[in-house]
């Protein structure tokens, strides 16, 4: 068995503990210093702490803090430190370290003094702290670093009656560059936008982003609302402008909320919620535009969350209703089908509009469920018409991205037993616009089920002419824009005869809607449209009046 080393002399110790890379004291229980380790002289000697004269712990916490702790604090940090056994921690800043101290007593004996050099510890801390408070793609401050910088503001404000605004900013026409072109050139324009939004601020304002493409400006310094409206100008404008990323010249837009302060709140969460209702004020009103704040919007929203959490019970509550607009054949003069229309009677409100709630029901997603309700109604009514007549149902964007518009065709076909024959889709360009190969596909399958397709409002979109070659559609419906345009404008007789020549040339039926006075009527006749819809005819019937509408109107045979 090896012999077990003696006990190393105060000397030889020392030289062992003056290799160890933290520093190390030692105090017997008078206060004298019996051990001081060179890498402890070596981090406190520049600021001239001799701590071989030390005296007592009380005279090194002193020493070490005396412009941090009253002579009454040091003495209560102590006592703790004996009686709980716990050390005493704190850190020291010297010039350029950072120094951990750790004072331990030793019970009978004195002190144990722990010294750490911390600064390379504290730097990796400062600079991750640092990166968890910027925006990786762009270097902007995120949401974390723009609360700190508003919680600052709201105090300069409080203090000095400083005032700042919050303008919040939404990139127009930024998703079908990442949908065309792929995220790598949607990053790239993102760092383009900072960097043109880090260019229309002064040094003491805060650019940030917090969303994919939602950044946010804290304007400080704000003398009067013309400073805010001035930037609030410049980033509609400099956003706007043409941009070169990859080879690909990419144009965008910008649409800015603004909230002042203090006049539209003293609270952080309150100005980024009222620059939200301003900014959704300005994507209303066209987009690339700015909007202030304004009181009214508040109530408006309020209003609009009212609207939407009864329109979520309308359904279970059965308030929607069906109403039908006759059609009618120029030739035979005989009614051949109806378009379904949506009607929302409310307890409270009475009829709404569907001006009023279509629009909303589309933006937040209500418009696939109450669709596919429009669809499995119109197919039990119509079902109980005169054969052969038909019902037309406008299907929405939505409807067909949800994936499940065949099958619930084929299952209201279905449970109701109306022929597939009897029933029509009516689209808009703005189907067509979205993921065209997958919607072609779906309207083939429409076809196939016999099912005809019809393309509505036609000629109010850019590339109507295009979409017709694209897919065989089975009817045009002339905008009903065209048709009040007859009496008033020139060339509304030219525009109605260009079309219905299209159509029979396509071997296209076309309806003109909007029919509402017999001039109109006749001049459509002339020109060559099939079939016409419009208060001429009839205005929208509720399905209970139906049958005494067709029997005074008898169907086609």
Known sequence: MAAVPSILQPSSLLRYLDCVRHGFLLLDHTGRVIVCTASARSLFDRVGAAFESATSARHLLRVLRGDQLSRREIFRQLRTAREQGAPIVFEVALPDHTVEVELAHVPGKGWAVTLEDVSTRKATEARADEMARLDPLTGLPNRLMLRERLTEAVTRLERTGEAFAVLLIDLDRFKPVNDTLGH???????????????????????????GGDEFVILQTGVREAADTQALARRVVDLIGRTYMVDGHLLTIGASVGAALAPGDGVEADKLLKNADLALYRAKLDGRATYRFFQLEMDDRMQARRRLELDMRQALARREFQLHYQPQLQLESDRIIGCEALIRWRHPDRGMVSPLDFIPLAEEIGLIVPIGEWVIRQACRDAVTWPAPMSVAVNVSPAQFKSDRLVETIISALASSGLPATRFEVEITEGVLLQESAKTLQTLHRLRELGVRVSMDDFGTGYSSLSYLRSFPFDKIKID?????????????????????????????????????????????RAEGCTDVQGYLISKPVPAEDLPTFFASHPPQA
């Open 480 to 524: 009903r824009s065209f048709v009040k345009d007859l009496s008033g404008k020139p060339d509304g007789d030219a525009i109605i005869r260009a079309i219905a020549g299209l159509g029979k040339s396509l071997g296209m039926t076309t309806i003109a809607e909007g029919v509402e006075t017999a001039e109109q009527m006749q001049r459509i």
């Open 184 to 210: 790598p050139i949607g990053d790239a324009l993102l760092e383009k936008v900072a960097d043109r939004l880090r260019s229309t601020v002064r040094p003491t304002d805060t650019v940030a982003r917090i």
